[in-house]
């Protein structure tokens, strides 16, 4: 049987433009994705839209629009991101959808039929936030300027009484305590552990689940005037990607539980308590992991509207194109922790890494094969020190794996680069180009050169997909030769290979010139 992995991103709110914390958030979870792949697994990505609720409502009438034109709009344009960013999911998911609205209809339907009936009806009256789409204890709330309360993310406040459905949030305390207990891994990284502990241990109050003063949202069964609280459509949205209610069918049964669900530190608490007493009380297994990222500035400030510094994605890819942004992102800011968009960094990264380490070392070797050997693969008869070259770089490869089972995204990119590292030093070391008068000995380098290339090249397809397939293509590597196996196997490009001629896959960037 093969191994299975199944990953998600959050689902996005479509209320306005993706930013660059969306694209981090796709770009890094892409990464985890094609990793599996390359491992041999059978991958299911996940991405989506998160299309209902007040939020959506408000906006569209301030643009004169109905919900549904502006989800429409909005979704579109998270699906040409995805495009732009070479994006590698299975499915993009519209909560919109009618087979969400079947999916989630029929998980209230399981949590409200469950042993302790979990679901129950009564009023709501509480501090609201519409903004973050919330509900606030009066202790977590500050006094705005004007004398208005405001949540903890500065949004303001209203007091809210209305009908409501609730659900038995009490009475999973123990149950969600000995979770954490029993599979420290659930919440990574393992910092973020701790917070949700002390917020459970805190108590549980019961969660408001309905809502009656607005109708974007999914019907509550037999109760067609209250729609869904929008976070138990938005976490539903996991299962019904793999054909929930169908929780025997084929893709169910492959992909669930999910592997790993990939979200941003504000999401933490829906994601590692709501969403596994939720599947609790319907009687489905819990999600594996949940690994929080942490959040993007824009040149050290945080990014926002009246500011005026969002990062716009695209204009980023149209400046450098995707791989140096998706590199920027799975190696300059660490996975887990927070990072920031800034455009020397930017730069110096790209050209360091990308185009000295990796895309020179490509560029050097290949062309010294084609002008010395009319770019046919020489015959290698390796020595120590190329045995020894090949050894290293296989283990750093092996340490990516390691990383990258536990999401350790930058560490991951880091072995990488500590691989090109040891290849550049041999390369250098070796200095192939004085050996005119010994072919076959510049040819073992060269041939030993290009097969470094080759690995890192293989393992570089999760990260920097579109230059690491033109360095396979010009090193004559079969499609079927690209997984990880390969790249940590002894089983180089032949010689006698004929190799088309190199083409540089990366480019180098300059910052402008300023006047200061
Ligand atoms: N719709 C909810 C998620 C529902 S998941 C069942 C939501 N949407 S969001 O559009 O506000 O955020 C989508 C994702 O982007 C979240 O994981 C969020 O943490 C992440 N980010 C939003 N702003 C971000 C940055 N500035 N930096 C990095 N990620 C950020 O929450």
């Not at 991103?9 to 993706?18: F, K, L, Q, R, V």
């Not at 020489?378 to 050894?391: L, M, R, S, W």
């Amino acid at each position: 049987m093969t191994d299975t992995f199944y990953v998600t991103t959050a689902i996005a709110y479509p209320n306005g433009e993706p930013h660059i914390g969306h694209a981090y958030e796709m770009i890094t979870t892409d990464a985890i994705a094609r990793w599996a792949r390359l491992e041999g697994k059978e991958t299911f990505f996940l991405t989506g839209t998160d299309e209902h609720g007040i939020k959506m409502v408000q906006t569209a009438a301030a643009q004169g629009m109905t919900p549904r034109e502006l989800a429409d709009r909005n979704a579109a344009r998270f699906k040409d991101l995805a495009a732009a960013l070479n994006i590698s999911n299975d499915d993009f998911i519209r909560t919109t959808e009618q087979r969400h609205h079947a999916s989630t209809q029929e998980i209230w339907k399981r949590m409200s039929a469950s042993n302790n009936s979990d679901i129950y009806q009564s009023t709501y009256s509480g501090w609201y936030s519409v903004r973050d789409e919330a509900y606030f204890d009066e202790s977590e709330l500050t006094d705005g300027p004007d004398g208005k309360k405001l949540a903890p993310s500065g949004a303001e406040v209203s007091w809210v009484e209305e009908p409501s459905y609730f659900f038995r949030l009490s009475a999973y305390q123990d149950r969600l305590l000995e979770l954490y207990e029993k599979h420290p891994e659930f919440i990574a990284p393992k910092e973020r552990r701790n917070e949700i502990i002390s917020f459970v241990k805190g108590g549980l109050q019961d969660l408001s689940i309905s809502r009656t003063t607005f109708d974007w949202g999914v019907p509550v069964p037999d109760a067609p005037d209250h729609v869904m609280y929008v976070w138990i459509d938005a976490l539903t949205n996991y299962i019904t990607a793999i054909g929930f209610p169908d929780d025997k069918g084929a893709q169910f049964s492959k992909f669930w539980p999910a592997d790993v669900h990939v979200i941003g530190k504000d999401i933490i608490r829906f994601h590692t308590v709501y969403w596994p007493a939720f599947l609790m009380s319907a009687g489905l297994e819990l999600p594996k992991r949940v690994f929080a990222h942490g959040f993007l500035t824009s040149e050290g400030k945080k990014m926002s509207k009246s500011v005026g510094n969002i990062v716009d994605p695209h204009e980023q890819l149209e400046l450098y194109g995707a791989d140096p942004v998706r590199w920027y992102c799975l190696r300059e800011i660490s996975f887990g922790g927070d990072g920031d968009w800034g455009r020397e960094k930017f730069i110096n990264r790209n050209n360091s890494d990308l185009a000295n380490n990796f895309g020179n070392l490509a560029q050097r070797s290949l062309s010294m094969i084609q002008k010395n050997f009319d770019g046919v693969m020489p015959e290698a008869a390796p020595t120590e020190a190329d045995q020894a070259v090949i050894a290293e770089v296989t283990a750093a490869i092996g340490r990516m794996q390691t990383a990258m089972q536990g999401q350790l995204v930058t560490e991951a990119t880091g072995e990488l680069i500590a691989a090109l590292s040891a290849a550049n030093l041999y390369f250098a070391d070796q200095a192939p180009w004085g050996l005119k008068a010994d072919l076959p000995r510049m040819g073992t380098i060269l041939a030993t050169t290009a097969d470094l290339v080759r690995r890192a090249a293989i393992a570089a397809l999760a990260f920097v997909p579109e230059a690491a397939t033109k360095m396979l293509d010009t090193l004559a590597v079969s499609e079927d030769a690209r997984l990880l196996t390969h790249a940590l196997a002894a089983d180089g490009i032949p010689a006698g290979t004929h190799l088309p001629k190199p083409e540089p896959v990366f480019k180098k960037f300059e910052l402008p010139k300023t006047n200061a």
